[in-house]
T-cell receptor, first 112, second 113 residues
């Protein structure tokens, strides 16, 4: 029962260009969405989040967009840097419970 | 000064053995979790504790038993290890329950031979 899906296992972009990572979810009760970044041999670290009352949240080079009607969110990184190369996990939860669901991750490679 | 620390980082053991993974957080968070990252790379919640009380217990074999001696610690004990238990196990914590970002440990790579 995979409620959060990241259909692209990998993405490769050139340094300086935009990276767009996508995520879809099925549970309409989700109201809080997050992106985590994971380097090898480390745990995921929080990157950016968005509440369902918003459709956009921006933090420096990172912007998350939420389309509730389509049950879709995306993470934009611009400009992309080689240090952004990592696995990015999309996650979602409902405020009334503790069960955060994760996608399978997208491996981003930013080439110099 | 690590916020969420788990030990050991690597654990190689034989089938049938019993092993434990320890987790500690120094963030003052109320809630702690165990997640399992399987071979398909999905992160799946196993357990959640809030102030030492079990909140979530997903469909996990009862060979897995979490123990929370205090709200800063959540250990995972696994009895009679099986090949399918091989995975990366992540401990995490959050300030409180519901709609909070998680802080993860660096993971424990468990290999059952």
């Amino acid at each position: 029962d995979q409620q959060v899906k990241q259909n692209s296992p990998s993405l490769s972009v050139q340094e300086g260009r935009i990276s767009i990572l996508n995520c879809d979810y099925t549970n309409s009760m989700f109201d809080y969405f997050l992106w985590y970044k994971k380097y090898p041999a480390e745990g995921p670290t929080f990157l950016i989040s968005i509440s369902s009352i918003k459709d956009k949240n921006e933090d420096g080079r990172f912007t998350v967009f939420l389309n509730k009607s389509a049950k879709h969110l995306s993470l934009h990184i611009v400009p992309s840097q080689p240090g952004d190369s990592a696995v990015y996990f999309c996650a979602a939860s409902a405020d009334n419970n503790n069960d955060m669901r994760f996608g399978a991750g997208t491996r981003l490679t930013v080439k110099p | 000064d690590t916020a969420v620390s788990q030990t050991p980082k690597y654990l190689v053991t034989q089938m049938g053995n019993d092993k434990s993974i320890k987790c500690e957080q120094n963030l003052g968070h109320d809630t702690m979790y165990w997640y399992k990252q399987d071979s398909k790379k999905f992160l799946k919640i196993m357990f959640s504790y809030n102030n030492k009380e079990l909140i979530i217990n997903e469909t996990v074999p009862n060979r897995f038993s979490p123990k929370s001696p205090d709200k800063a610690h959540l250990n995972l004990h696994i009895n009679s290890l099986e090949l399918g238990d091989s995975a990366v196990y992540f401990c995490a914590s959050s300030l409180r329950t519901g709609g909070e970002k998680l802080f993860f440990g660096s993971g424990t790579q468990l290999s059952v031979l």
